[in-house]
């Protein structure tokens, strides 16, 4: 009897031997040894079979190999379900340490098994998934997109459904990336399928969130921050458009212009947030007027902006402007107070008076002017016939107001000099507006137009700033620049925050007040003695000095001129001209020195272009001057370059 352990074939072959042993005629009892084998009964089976004649011991070595074969296969059996235990811990644990989500679903939606990033992400127990339809973990309106999906999904395939609502329990929707896999089931034609979930929630709202700051900063590029009107930005696009439209389809629009009547003095006396709230109610008067096709618009400040489309005819706008003024006819009721506002209207018409943007804006801002001249509390169309000076005033008007937006104003600063020695006394500052079209304007052109339009306290207390900033400028280059003088429009006199402004600038630039000169003009002043005694007086006690300009053409009062707290007397240059050749101009410029000694006041003529000019001065007394003999006004990096000495 071979006892050796048979090798694979060998025992394969013996099996073989032994089912055609079985399958052969046997008596009772093999058939019952047969039944004990297959019921795994060996030892039965080995009894029964060494009850038989010894012909049969081949067949119970046979059996013994059979049994040893079993033996074996049982052996292999144990182990290769240890190595799928093995496996399935490992697959285990790898599943629940997958740091996604994974589902395994079969065909009709039941999950079988849920990794615990899963559990996490629905706060879900594992036993909880089980039996229960996948589908119920989505949202409702997301159900339909995945079912059709998951329907047309082929065996071995996979998809992606990006960004779906999951419902999880007791928690707010979260939003995750859908993928599916299908894989073939061990059961003949069945499937099961993967599905992993990425929790894209947090990218999402980060994206929602970025969406809404850019549409929210969107909006604020096209929209006024106090109103909410759309902006001069977004105006002028929605004006490119309508005038696209109107030359397509052939139509007539309207443009404009509205400024309310007398704002500034609303900020100036009740301060900045009632102009706010007052700014906010017109907002809303105009809106309620016009339709769903026009636009309305805040430019800035008090201006406002609309647009009537597809006028058929002017009457509309008539009746249009007719609301509105009867709109602005009844009081305003704002923090418990009542106000009366009105509004200057002014109106441009395409194609009429203009095919280009621009020309339609200029002309309804001009008509607008026009409005204000005549009055105020109106509405004009723009003339065709207006004079062209008028229009250029206009133009130029409209461009003041932009100016002052675009800090478009510049000092030139001219040296006044000891007559004696030539040294620098100070320097008198020059302003000068540097116009994007027209280039460098003198103060003549737009001093009075800034008063006209009351821009001239804004304009003032800029120019003031910027000659002080640069004196502290100077002062810390080391360069010396003994006094600044500054003129004054007798407009700004007038307000009687004026000293408190002006200490305010000196206060914030740090510049000594006894280095500030004013200059305020003759003439003006004397139509205005009373007030600008005690506007000057109260100037004068910052510590800063005052000098009357052009001195001799105002026809001062002695009275008034010896009431000012005046330190110096500006010769006008119209006398300084004629000097040694007109003997009234000598006359006069000798009075006016002998006056300011007689007053204790300093004197110094201006406009001095000639030597003799300068000798006759001197030899009458007048020891300070300025004029182009010595420098005409200059920018101040020149005046660094040519005239200013390091401070000794
Ligand atoms: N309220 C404010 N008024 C201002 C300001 N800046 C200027 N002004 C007023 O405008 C007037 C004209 O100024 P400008 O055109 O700058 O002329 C000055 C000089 O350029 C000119 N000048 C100086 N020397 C001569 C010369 O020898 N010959 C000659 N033909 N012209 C000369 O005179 C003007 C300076 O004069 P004055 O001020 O009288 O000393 C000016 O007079 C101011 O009133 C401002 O910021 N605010």
Excluded at 306 to 321: A, G, K, N, Y
Excluded at 350 to 356: E, Q
Excluded at 605 to 626: K, V
Aim: charged share 25%; with cysteine; proline share 3%.
């Amino acid at each position: 009897m071979n006892s050796r352990p048979p090798s694979r074939s060998r025992r394969l072959g013996s099996a073989r031997a032994f089912e055609e042993a079985l399958a052969a005629p046997a008596s009772g009892l093999r058939e019952r040894a047969l039944a004990a084998l297959r019921a795994r009964r060996f030892d039965l089976a080995e009894e029964l079979l060494s009850r038989q004649d010894p012909d049969q011991e081949a067949l119970i070595e046979n059996l013994r190999i059979y049994q040893a074969e079993l033996e074996i296969q049982n052996e292999e059996l144990v182990q290769s379900q240890q190595r799928i235990q093995e496996a399935l811990a490992r697959f285990s644990s790898f599943f629940n340490t997958l740091p996604i989500a994974e589902l395994v679903i079969d065909r009709q939606g039941l999950i079988h098994e849920a990794n615990l990033a899963a559990q996490q992400l629905f706060h879900l127990r594992g036993t909880q998934f089980h039996q229960h339809f996948f589908v119920r973990l989505i949202a409702e309106s997301d159900q339909a997109t995945v079912v059709s999906a998951w329907d047309s999904l082929h065996a071995d395939a996979a998809i992606v459904i990006p960004e779906v609502r999951f419902r999880a329990k007791g928690e707010a929707d979260f939003i995750g990336d859908l993928h599916i896999a299908s894989i073939a089931s061990l059961a003949e034609g069945a499937l099961h399928y993967v599905c992993a979930i990425i929790d894209r929630t947090e990218a999402v709202r980060q994206r929602q969130r970025l969406r809404e700051a850019s549409e929210r900063l969107d909006y604020l590029a096209h929209h006024d921050a106090l109103t909410g009107l759309p902006n001069r930005a977004y105006f002028q696009s929605r004006l490119e458009q309508c005038l696209q439209r109107a030359k397509r389809y052939q139509r007539r629009f309207a443009l404009l212009f509205l400024d309310l009547d007398r704002f500034k003095e609303v900020n100036d006396t009740l301060g900045h947030h009632v102009g706010d709230a007052l700014l906010c109610r017109v907002a809303e008067i105009l809106s309620a007027q016009i339709r769903d096709v026009d636009t309305i618009a805040r430019l800035g400040g008090d201006e406002f902006v609309i647009i009537l489309e597809d006028i058929s005819e002017p009457r509309f706008i008539m009746h249009f402007v007719d609301r509105v003024m009867d709109d602005f006819s009844r009081p305003l009721r704002l923090e418990g107070r009542e106000f009366f506002v009105t509004v200057s209207v002014g109106i441009s018409l395409y194609p009429d008076d203009g095919l280009d943007l621009e020309t339609l804006v200029r002309r309804a801002d001009i008509a607008m002017y026009q409005t204000k001249k005549s009055g105020r509390n109106g509405f004009s169309f723009f003339e065709p016939t207006m004079s062209a000076g008028a229009i250029e005033r206009l133009h130029l008007e409209h461009d003041l107001r932009l100016a002052m937006q675009r800090e478009e104003f510049e000092l030139y600063y001219q040296p006044q000099v000891d007559l004696i020695t030539g040294e620098l006394m100070g320097v008198e500052a020059l302003c000068r507006w540097r116009h994007p079209q027209l280039g460098v304007l003198l103060p003549g052109l737009f001093i009075p137009m800034a008063e006209d339009l009351g821009l001239i306290d804004e304009l003032g207390l800029r120019i003031l700033e910027l000659g002080c900033r640069q004196m502290v400028a100077w002062d810390a280059s080391g360069l010396n620049v003994p006094r600044l003088a500054v003129n004054l429009s007798v407009r700004e006199l007038e307000r009687l925050q004026l000293p408190a402004q002006v200490a305010e600038i000196l206060e914030r630039t740090g510049l000594d007040p006894r280095r500030l000169e004013l200059e305020v003009t003759e003439s003006k002043l004397m139509r205005h003695a009373e007030m600008a005694i005690l506007a000057l007086n109260a100037l004068r006690a910052l510590g800063v000095t005052l000098a009357i300009d052009d001195f001799g053409t105002g026809y001062s009062s002695l009275s008034y001129l010896k009431r000012l707290p005046l330190n110096r007397l500006k010769i006008d240059r119209s006398f300084i001209e004629g000097l040694t050749h007109d003997v009234n101009d000598d006359s006069i410029a000798r009075a006016i020195i002998a006056l300011a000694h007689t007053l204790g006041l300093e004197v110094l003529a201006e406009g001095i272009e000639a030597r003799e000019q300068a000798n006759f001065l001197f030899g009458e007394g007048c020891l300070q001057g300025q004029g182009y003999l010595y420098s005409r006004p200059m920018i101040a990096e020149e005046l660094a370059a040519t005239w200013l000495k390091p401070k000794a």
